[in-house]
């Protein structure tokens, strides 16, 4: 296929759905396999995102031929006859050892549409279309190259409210599934999401070149990062540490936004940190309930290594194995870990934001002073902590308290703080202290302020099973509902009480296996 024309539609196929280029090939071909994917046997298209479809300008499937070559096409199906699908290879470290080849083992890279919404876009002109789930690669492994239904609305469903909470993720177009048995603990059944993101390369693509020792094509791979996705780069005098600094900018922000809204990734693996900065690979995720720092979603990681609060500490680990890949290229080993300590001052400026937009503080407040901030913060997490708070609620009906500083705060805040109700009186006595002479308009502007920074609804675990649940028996309208609520998390949505609740009692622990 040409690399830099767009792919005319398939001579024969019903309805043009969408036209790519694939641009990733020009690397060469120590960087990718071109194995077609099996597809899916009667794919059925069940969710899609009609943001996501914008970002592409792809018109919505409004009647069953399009609906058909939407799923032949984003099942795999297309790929699977015309041979222009690819996988590509990455390595990477897992819980901190090195793992050596790793790669696509389930995903294949369609190719690459034009976007067309700039507002989603921010910036990236070519985005790539990868589907999940659609049979084995070379890079599989010992594995199946299939995703089950469950993991695939996970993903799905995650990709789309970490967008709209205002968190960098790769997006989620669709969902397709079919009756294909898929065997895990038990038996269940296949599904593919089609994932868009501008670039899937993660730190392990750079790590498995540097670490065969092949730094020809580790420096073909720099060259194109950089050209692709931070064009400032390659002006500079030592591209591959230019684009490390970009890489430890772009997480920085990422981290804190995860930290903010509550979102444990549960598998920060290097062969899932993503070199946009953005969140990828949405596994054995989880949104914090009841405040515990170190809480993980993921019942294989016992030690915790990817909890909660230790999100900034691993992330700053992995920018660290990626700059030892990328100092063959770097040349100045000073210089390189240089540029990963940047990650703890950025992280914290955008943290130390993240949390004043929570707690509703501005830095030009009369009594205004980070140093007081930041222990108003501290102790509201230790606070939290104590009484294992929810976290997202504790937060939404914060507006409320500072709103109206006179009224009692709500008794749904209340509740929260039963363990130590008077630990949490003196907390809030000191936050209406610390906004102390703001009149009654700008306490009003600032709840607003506080109703755009913490959300009202988050994909909690239990919401996701009940709804993978309904789904398993056919019926996705629990699924579609969770998608069009979560698409507006921080507008309350009448009906939708039971979505904005902490779990029930009896919801169970909000753990997973990595099975998917
Ligand atoms: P993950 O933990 O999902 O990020 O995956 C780690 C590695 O295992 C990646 O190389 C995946 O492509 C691969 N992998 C995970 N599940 C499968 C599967 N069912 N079949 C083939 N490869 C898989
Ligand atoms: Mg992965």
Request: aromatic share 8%; glycine share 6%; proline share 7%.
């Amino acid at each position: 296929m040409s690399v830099d024309t767009l792919t005319p539609p398939q001579a024969g196929a019903a309805q043009p759905v969408l036209a790519m280029r694939q641009d990733f090939v020009r690397l060469g071909a120590e960087f990718h396999s071109t194995s077609p994917p099996q597809g899916l046997p009667q794919p059925r298209l069940r969710v899609l995102s009609a943001d996501a479809a914008a970002l592409l300008g792809l018109a919505l499937p409004q009647h069953d031929d399009a609906r058909r070559s939407w799923a032949e096409l984003f099942s795999g199906n297309q790929a699977a006859r015309d041979a222009s699908a690819i996988s590509t290879v990455y390595a990477g470290h897992q819980f901190g050892n090195w793992a050596g080849q790793l790669g696509d083992g389930r995903a294949h890279l369609l190719g690459e549409a034009r976007s067309r919404d700039a507002r989603q876009a921010m910036g990236h002109a070519w985005w790539e279309v990868q589907i999940k789930g659609a049979g084995p690669t070379p890079f599989s492994r010992r594995g199946d190259g299939r995703a089950v239904l469950r993991s695939s609305i996970r993903e799905f469903l995650c990709s789309e409210a970490m967008h709209a909470l205002g968190v960098p993720t790769t997006r989620a177009l669709c969902l397709v599934d079919s009756e294909l048995p898929v065997r895990r603990e038990s038996l269940e059944t296949a599904a593919v999401v089609t994932r868009l993101s501008p670039s899937f390369l993660r730190f392990g693509h750079f790590e498995h070149f540097s670490h065969g020792g092949r730094h020809d094509a580790l420096r073909r791979l720099v060259d194109y990062t950089v050209a692709r996705l931070y064009p400032a780069a390659a002006d500079s005098a030592n591209p591959a540490l230019a684009l490390l600094r970009e890489v430890v900018a772009a997480t920085a922000p990422t981290i804190a936004r995860w930290q903010c809204v509550g979102f444990v990734h549960g598998v920060m693996n290097t062969d899932n940190m993503s070199m946009l900065g953005w969140t990828i690979d949405y596994g054995p995720f989880g949104f914090l309930d009841a405040f515990d720092p170190g809480y993980t979603p993921n019942t294989t990681d016992s030690w915790g290594r990817y909890a909660w609060a230790r999100q900034p500490a691993v992330a700053r680990w992995n920018l660290l194995a990626l700059a030892q890949a990328l100092l063959p290229l770097i040349g100045d080993e000073q210089a390189a870990r240089d540029a990963v300590e940047d990650f703890a001052d950025a992280f914290m400026v955008e943290m130390d934001r993240g949390m004043q937009a929570k707690l509703g503080l501005r830095a030009d407040d009369p009594a205004a002073s980070l140093e007081t901030d930041r222990d108003l913060v501290q102790d509201w997490l230790d606070l939290l902590a104590a009484c294992r708070a929810d976290w997202t609620l504790s937060h939404r009906l914060l507006a409320r308290v500072v709103e109206l500083p006179e009224a009692p705060p709500p008794v749904q805040w209340l509740r929260q703080f039963d363990a130590w109700p008077q630990r949490a009186a003196d907390w809030l006595a000191r936050l209406r202290a610390r906004q102390h002479g703001l009149d009654a308009a700008a306490r009003a502007e600032r709840a607003r302020d506080m109703l755009r920074s913490n959300p009202c609804y988050v994909l909690r675990h239990h919401l996701g099973q009940q709804a993978i649940a309904q789904a398993r028996d056919g019926d996705f309208s629990a699924v579609l509902r969770l998608h069009r609520v979560l698409r507006m998390p921080f507008d309350e949505q009448p009906g939708c009480e039971d979505l904005a609740a902490a779990p029930p009692p009896d919801a169970g622990p909000p753990v997973l296996s990595c099975s998917s």
